[in-house]
């Protein structure tokens, strides 16, 4: 096919899932297994998504450890430590289909650790009323992604890799397609689909610090669901994770997993004081992650913290072996820079790691604002509210998965088949065409520039002076993001970096936004000029494209049911001292 520039291939499915991490391949196996035609594509190689990086663990109320723990404590658990900004139908369907979700992948042959009589194993996670958090060792995300391959490979799910998706093709208001380029061959590709569905995953690389890996990540999803005219939410609640590492620089921001303080890990400042029983007596250092990253964040700026600007994570108190065995990859991670941390504390800082935030969706159903267009996973806003629990997330993908993946067995039938508008295909390539070596600005500038003003500026501590200056610095950055220089062609670094940078503006714009727009402070998002949460803001806070701008809006959050309002007012809660 010619677009007038370049020949494209076109490729016809019935659902395309763009993302092959742990939320596409749930789906597309469900999917598949009912015989739906089905096609997920991600932009690195099958079995290497994002979620092969998650570490500490899955949650699920299993009650393995604790049989006094519930669906509904769980839900409870999840809406408080979200300042109950959490969509409660969303928590609800989490709580609930996570038990089975977690057995299934046991099933499929995930290799969960296990107690001595055979079950699956759960620990302790921040701000969690019980042991809930089930794990393979500290390799929880490459165990289960490993195992969704797996099955997805059994199922014959048909993969496309190295697939880069840089719009989404619409015909009047319904999505009937993507528009993308093979990131091997250069070549341009039109996907047809009935359904679309993002699981691409989240936004942090837009933090200078981050435990992202690199060159992901960059609110691909978000983007593309805003172009395409959907509702995004939440995108002003971003998580800093207490504890990533600080040194050597090629590992700045890397996760330090919270399963560490799981197990018992200790933080201390530079003086040797335990500051959590400053900031929270009860809880140390299991509290939700918004509050010891705060805690981290202020011992540093207060001088506590060591030359290099860390604070100290120690787990040595405990066996060496214990540690092998709970923490295999965090040994080894710092190991190969010469920490052995059976015997010394780890250096660490708050990393940004997680986006509530994302596209709006039904959790019923995965549908988004716009037909024919879904999605699942870390590219999604409401489970987690204003800070997400550790071990959430990665339930998420699976609970999510299987919802979507349910919901167009049912209804893909209803669904037109795939005609992907001509010329809206042709813009979106004539949009890749744009990307030749006379431009005037180097993408790889322009995205670290990005990034050094995102965590400045939305980052840990935020207030309205400081928002509305970044929002300035972003309009010269998008300004100058209309020239880049990009010599390579489309299997260059540079055309994907100039193609990041595309997604991570409005991305960026979002947040910046969203923060200014909440004059309070909740969970992960504080404001210095305005510190407490106020019941008026309970509310989530939408986006959308509206003309060239971005509208913003509130809406108010539907009731919590009544078991899970029961659980709340129960108020069940984590002490943390019998870890001692
Ligand atoms: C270091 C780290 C540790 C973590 N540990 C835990 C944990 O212990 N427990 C927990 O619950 N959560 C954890 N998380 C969070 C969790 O890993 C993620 O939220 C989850 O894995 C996201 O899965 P996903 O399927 O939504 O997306 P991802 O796994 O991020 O997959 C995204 C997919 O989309 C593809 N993609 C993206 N953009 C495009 C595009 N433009 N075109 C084509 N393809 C595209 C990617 O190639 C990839 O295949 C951790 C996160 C990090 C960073």
């Not at 560490?260 to 007596?281: D, I, K, Q, T, W």
């Not at 250092?285 to 010891?292: K, N």
């Amino acid at each position: 096919m010619q677009n007038g520039h370049r020949s494209y291939d076109t490729i016809h499915t019935d659902v395309l899932i763009v993302g092959a991490g742990a939320a596409g391949l749930r789906a597309a196996i469900e999917l598949r297994q009912s015989g739906v035609d089905t096609l997920v594509l991600g932009k690195r190689k099958h079995g290497d998504a994002h979620t092969i990086w998650a570490a500490g663990g899955i949650n699920a109320s299993l009650g393995t450890r604790d049989p006094e723990d519930r669906w509904d404590i769980h839900a409870a658990d999840t809406i408080g430590e979200g300042h109950y900004v959490c969509d409660p139908r969303a928590v609800e369907v989490l709580a609930r289909q996570a038990p089975e979700r977690i057995r299934e992948l046991h099933e499929w042959g995930c290799p969960f650790s296990l107690t001595e009589d055979g079950e699956i194993d759960q620990r302790y996670f921040g701000a969690q009323s019980f042991r809930r958090t089930c794990f393979a060792g500290d390799r929880t995300g490459e165990a289960v992604l490993h195992t969704l391959v797996d099955k997805a490979r059994e199922e014959e799910v048909p993969y496309r890799e190295d697939v880069y998706i840089t719009g989404l093709v619409k015909d009047g208001g319904r999505v009937t397609g993507a528009a993308g380029y093979d990131m091997d061959t250069g070549r341009y590709l039109l996907f047809a689909a009935r359904a679309v569905v993002l699981a691409a995953g989240g936004l942090t690389s837009l933090y200078r610090r981050s435990s992202s890996r690199p060159d992901e990540n960059n609110g691909d999803a978000a983007a593309l669901a805003y172009e395409a005219g959907a509702a995004l939410r939440d995108m002003e609640f971003v998580q800093f994770h207490p504890t990533g590492m600080t040194e050597p620089a090629e590992m700045d921001g890397r996760l330090v997993t919270e399963a560490v303080r799981g197990e018992g890990g200790r933080l201390y400042n530079a003086e040797g004081e335990r500051f959590m029983e400053r900031y929270s007596p009860e809880h140390m250092e299991l509290d939700a992650r918004d509050v010891v990253a705060r805690a981290n964040y202020r011992e540093m700026q207060e001088g506590r913290g060591t030359p290099d600007g860390a604070v100290l994570l120690d787990i040595s108190h405990r066996d060496p072996e214990y540690i092998k065995e709970r923490l295999p990859k965090m040994y080894e991670q710092f190991m190969q820079f010469g920490v052995d941390i059976t015997r010394e504390p780890m250096k660490v800082s708050p990393t940004a790691h997680y986006a509530m935030g994302g596209v709006k969706i039904d959790f019923d159903t995965g549908r988004t604002t716009v037909e024919g267009l879904y999605a699942i996973g870390e590219a999604t806003a409401g489970v987690h509210g204003a800070n997400r629990l550790g071990g959430n997330s990665l339930a998420e993908t699976v609970v999510f998965g299987k919802v979507l993946g349910d919901h167009l067995v049912e209804t893909l039938g209803e669904a037109p088949e795939p005609q992907p508008d001509k010329e809206a295909a042709a813009e979106q390539f004539a949009g890749l065409d744009t990307l030749g070596p006379d431009g005037e600005h180097d993408p790889r500038d322009l995205v670290s520039e990005l990034r050094e003003l995102v965590w400045e500026h939305g980052g840990i501590v935020r207030t309205g002076e400081s928002l509305r200056e970044g929002l300035g610095k972003l309009e010269q950055i998008r300004r100058r993001a209309e020239s880049l220089r990009v010599p390579g062609g489309p299997t260059s670094p540079e055309f994907e970096q100039a193609l990041n940078l595309r997604f991570m503006l409005p991305a960026a714009e979002t947040v910046l936004r969203g923060a200014l727009l909440r004059e309070e402070s909740r969970g992960a998002h504080y404001r210095e000029d305005f510190e407490e949460e106020r019941p008026e803001w309970q509310e989530t806070v939408l986006y959308a494209k509206s003309g060239d701008g971005m509208e913003l809006w509130t809406e108010p959050l539907d009731g919590i049911s009544g078991e899970i309002q029961q659980a709340l007012e129960e108020e069940y809660s984590l002490d943390y001292h019998y870890l001692e």
